[in-house]
């Protein structure tokens, strides 16, 4: 077994598995995404979900409000389904290919991680009784962002004869639409209008443009079948369809090369054509073995900046690198684009972005990527405008309020008490940042840009908070947790608040003393009052405490409520949210997610241990999980609290909920940030990494499910590699500077190496 | 002056006045309300809503949710403009007859609340010239509920010649519609759909399906045009156009009367048409005059069983008298229907009922015509079930709850926090039950009906409710405040529930002793074990008390927040609600109306007089009185306080709402609740009148702005009169049985009269 390679063999044709490798093989890059159909397509009747996505390139649809209250968005961004490029259907001597038909000898599904592709095996026996090998290769090119190509291979076993291909280029696409389900887009209009079809030798073009965000793009498609006898070049309404013949030969394979350029108008201007068709161009000059050979140079260096590697388990280790190679698929590359919930692999979220982004995937490119980390960040101070404009319509004067969830910067989220009430993804934005910061030392980005986004999410908490009794407090929010909404001094709100107001000060007080405070202070008009009021509104920050039972209560009346009856509740009414009106789990002690827990696990100095551990017990108990973000948190809390065993079990969980679609709507896209939750699950939560003013700590830990686990990271200018074995860890300087660390609270130089035995047993005496 | 006519001298062509005197004027019965819009019409370019609508006559439309969560309506009902047949427009001499043309010399709109009608006069001059009286009298009788007549006369005062009538009866109508203003309704498509128009002799006849709700109805219209030369009927793809022309003479009225009929499948079963043509020809038997007659005999009894008489204020009378007209006007009087927020007078709120209905306008009608007050509750029994249902959709396996609001029984509200989430409305619901209960001492209906709702609203409240540390709590609902949404243990709301549970348990022991307990307990299975539990949480029912303040917290973090800004709010910015983000307002001490002040008002015994004092003090500094529902209770409560200056001018306040069009949208219909507001202002208020479980309640008072006020009201089978003058308060035994009662806190037993003194300066010691 090869732990860089996803194989799946054997053909279902159960519905909801189709879908879900539609995912799961899904093709990406970045900048475009293309969903893993069959390119010869399906049967009426079986639902496929036929994508192709440019992240941050969206429609503006039309979001109706049953009761338009002040200030609520009665529209909304949605990724589009740009055009489909995937198509391309084979008839085999007569015969049309297809898995619904015939008999499948042997199928197999392929992601090669390390060569960046994904590859289709079928060995197939006609209605007819000719048997035909297919192989179909695919990649979203890392060389050059709007290439896909699809490389089909076709060898008669036991006849020779006749193939004929029929490569699609259409814009007659629409989106996914699932009017039940509200995790799911429900627009039903045409989005893609197209305005030319042309072809030119053996290139098609299509622009078109995108019926109310004003965005428009072009797809250009050439195709390489070095062998046709006949090429044929037809144009339909809304499509160009290329069609070849080959004299295809028993044992001999016949080939055909697809490639797709993909451009909008946010990336290259007004006249996407002219660039698509020089990108073409200049794709097709290459033979695709060199584009091939290019996405694998990309990749060992991606690999090797992670440089994770578990020894003794060969399926985990695929899990956790299928997990970092869709965070590298996913991950926008550009200053408008972020990490869409579901990446580039589906439509569920309308490809939005949400503090998913901060919270679950900028760890680990900070840690090992820190220009993407860096243009992730980016993203959100170019839509700084639209956070201060959206803290307007939220009432405050001053600040701003990150979206909660968006593509441009405005607020798309259609159910505010889940939706904008969701203020900590100010707190998110911010703690990105320091993390950031705190790894790259990359003061100059702070001065340029980043302190302008923790200044005015500063303000913004001193608009919304207010003082009462002696304490800082934030009423009216929702934390996390979407079980519970429009709390007060909810725990992971104030904490974040509180965190946010802190570095606020901090930051204005290193600029200062570098002298480069000139810059964010002309912008903002920031002054030395308004820090002193953050930092006591900081330190007088209401974080509650019960003290009955010793926990951080998840919000004020939080412990007042009953307890969710779990033992009468049926499995089948699992998400929650899909069976019981808001109003109702709201007015029970019942977690979607991880709340109190991660404010725990980021902010771990806020508590002393014996909190967060009887919280820990507290908050689990009542934890559905019904969200994709919950088990990675809780498994790192597990694992910092000394429980290996549950640790493991959540990092289990965690790591296969797409891979063995445990959520069942994996079909809809991937679960991205909880890849960046597994990541964590090693590193933060094994390895017990954390990142503070002061320096990095570790408490390295070996559950009894792994063996050897090894990862790298950069630190300023230096990069570090632990590896972690049953009963020691090493921490090795691969690269620049000596760096000082803590590990299980002793403090070490590392110049070369350190060798430090495993803790085995945490201290439980506080319990 | 005349204080049962409301006159308004002279014409504005100002926007907001022309669509506010279309509701002041309109002319209903319960059943048929006709908006009081000019019949000859009127220019491009003016707005007027040209209504006529059925009480409970609905369409169904969607409602799309921007994020359809679980349980979330995504249809409503509404209240359907079903057609024209006020249209009538007149040619004089060959000049089209309009306001907006030509010289008015006078112009006078008049409501006659002792006739039941509604006249307009206009002395106008032609542009050529010649000068014309024209009067237009309307009215929806009362003898025959879907009759509604308009007679005009004409006559030419400077010349002879031509006239023309063109009177219209049309089924292409469509129901006004304003997106941006979230009390107005916002379905734009066509809801009558007409099925067939046809002509028999002098009647015109068209029948008509509701695009989605199923329902039918037919309009038959009659013209009688004793004088006509001329007649012609004309028919259009949806309408008929009766023309007569009349040789008229200088200084002689020309007469054309226009009978209508409306009848709907809800009343009518499935040929509507019949009945209309039916009851048409009935109509048309009798002179207009006779129908005149009948209309003043019906409003004889009404007055005299209110027999509400103010001396010395002539215009007050009349706003008082205005107001209990309209409630008349607006309440339903058959099984299907109650009183919609604005009644038949125009569309605001789409026709929906409230709990307006119980706890504004039943006490009314339980004290003056308690068929009809039986009648209202009537409609909820009918609509327990569908209350049953809602509780299900809510999450509660038990008991019912009625919608917030709703025409069939089916929660219409689009929005939860200050929809669905009110569930005070059960409460609502039972105490205008006990109230009724205690003024007819209507044993029968309560065994037979109304326990049924009073057992399954108890049981609600078991449901939704819990105990913790010692009390029954209710967590995340709304009070009837709306600008603090979603709270934990709303003081009216646990008022509510107290006083539901306590009266379940109650009407239980009643009807056991009367034997009369077995109906319900078979269609119930109400247990003892059940009754035991409700009194138990009656008795431990949460009514939160703030030490420190000495009041009642309207909720439990209520007075943690701040308080609202108001002195840096614009008066611009009110209602807060069309100009901030629910969401902000939540955040802030600042409430829409009255609540904890409205529970004060009802249940007095649950705080005592120093509490409640106190609390109106805090509250009435933090009530913007956005909503119509507000002042009035204010007014009541400043009076049982012996606040007797504030008490007026909140009297005056809810007395002009309308009349003066303070809140700018009286346009969009009347509000009703007001009025009974305004009528409890009087009797409530400046009488002190509180009907408890061990009997009658005064406390008499006479503010400055009043010398002499008067009223009657029915208790069992006696017929009381009080009249309150500057220094004495006189109670009258009419018709009937002695009765004991208490004034000022003392016991009377009234036979036939008693005369107490009033007592000036109420004890200010507590305070």
Redesign the interface.
Known sequence: MNSYVLKKEGFSCDQEELLANESLFHTANGYLGVRGCFEEGYPEGIKSIRGEYINAFYDIVP????????????QKQVIVNTCDTQSISIELDGEPFSLFNGTILSFSRELDMKRGWSVRRVLWVSPKGKTTELTFVRMASFDMLPLFTIQVLVEPKDWSGLVRFSSLHSGEVSNYSN?DD?RVGDATHRMVLTDRIYSDSSISVITAHIASSGLNFASAVGVSCPEAIEAECQKEPEAIVSQYAVNALAGKPSELIKYAVHCDSRRYGDDPARSAVELLKKALQSPVEEWYQRQAGYLEKFWNSAGLEIEGDESLALSLHFGLFQLLQAVGKDACSSIAAKGLSGEGYEGHYFWDTEMYVVPFFSLTMPEIAKNLINYRYETLPQAQQHAR????QRGALYAWRTIQGEEC?????S???QYHINGDVVFAIVQYYLVSKDISFIAEKAAEIVFETARLWMD?G?W??GSF?I??VTGPDEYT??V?NNYYTNAGAKYNLAWAAKFYHILEDSQMLRLVQEKTGITKDEIDAFEKAADGMLLLFDEERGINPQD??FL???IWDFANTPKSHYPL???????????FQVCKQADTVLAHFIHEDYQTEAVMRRSYDYYEKITTHDSSLSSCIFGIMAARLGEQEKAFHYFSESLNMDLDNTHHNTGDGLHIANFGGTYMGLVYGFAGLRIKDDGLYFRPSMPDGLTTYRFRFRYGKSLVEVSVKKSRAVFRMLEGEAISLQVYGKAYVLEDEIEVQLYRGIDNSER
Chains 1, 2 share one sequence.
């Open positions: 979001m109706p409000q049953a009761e338009a209250l002040y200030g609520f968005p009665t009017p509200p319509i939220m009432g405050h989220s259609g159910y505010y008490p939706g904008s009430a919304v207010s009462h009794d407090r009423n009216c909404c429009l007060n004020d009346t007042e409520k009953e949210l899909l069976h019981y009106h808001p109003l109702y789990i709201n007015r």
